[in-house]
């Protein structure tokens, strides 16, 4: 292997690889409202969410504490990005003026089907072959960053419930890593998965 040379770099986002990820609450109106994001990760069946204070998900899990993590597959790429520039904050925040629009049904807007969720009042999008339903726990709110334009927030939620595509499933409760192709945010990319290259010796299938 040839030696690595580096060189430091102030690069202007740090989204490196991580799940997209579609969250759904709902307003004091009973209003649903679907949020594209990029930065969650798993402890146990705790997630943590990075969401920016003035977004519309934000202000909903805010005030009606739940909400539904779903995972969308590679495929609904498309999707996805058909509501990224789209909020549902209303007046539209400054710093996504002129950038974003308004859209008061991302479901239709991004072609996507509302699901009755078992446990909490926001929906689950039926395209997503995984679903999560949470809870509110805490808030660290993040005042400092150099290059977020607004506040933004660490959410903790607990998982309560997991939905997930029957064909998905292995031996009743494990995930089959052979055929969940996540949607990938790569440095501003949308990416699959390749091919498989080994298993941690945790592996239980």
């Not at 709902?26 to 990029?38: C, E, F, H, K, T």
């Not at 009606?64 to 990224?84: D, G, M, R, T």
């Not at 308004?102 to 089907?113: C, E, L, Q, R």
Request: a neutral charge; hydrophobic letters at 40%.
């Amino acid at each position: 292997m040839d030696k690595i040379k580096f060189k430091t770099v102030e690069p202007k986002i740090l989204y490196f690889g991580t799940p997209v990820a579609l969250i759904t609450t709902i307003d004091i109106d009973g209003n649903a409202n679907i949020g594209p994001m990029s930065s969650v990760w798993a402890l146990g069946w705790t997630l943590m969410l990075g969401l920016e204070m003035e977004s519309k998900t934000y202000q909903n899990l805010m005030e009606q504490k739940e909400c539904v993590i779903n995972f969308p597959p590679s495929s609904l790429f498309k999707h996805v990005e058909k509501i990224a520039n789209l909020t549902g904050a209303n007046p539209i925040p400054d710093y996504k003026t002129g950038r974003y629009q308004y859209d008061a049904d991302k479901f239709k807007s991004g072609g996507f089907t509302s699901l009755k969720s078992e446990l909490v009042k926001p929906p689950r999008i039926a395209e997503c072959r995984l679903q999560f339903e949470a809870v509110l726990k805490n808030i660290l709110k993040i005042n400092d960053d150099p290059v977020e334009a607004s506040g933004v927030a660490a959410v903790e939620v607990r998982v309560v419930k997991v939905h997930a595509d029957e064909q998905l499933i292995v031996d009743g409760k494990h995930i089959d890593p052979q055929k969940w192709n996540p949607l990938i945010y790569n440095f501003r990319h949308y990416y699959g998965l390749g091919e498989e290259l080994g298993k941690t010796f945790k592996a239980e299938i």
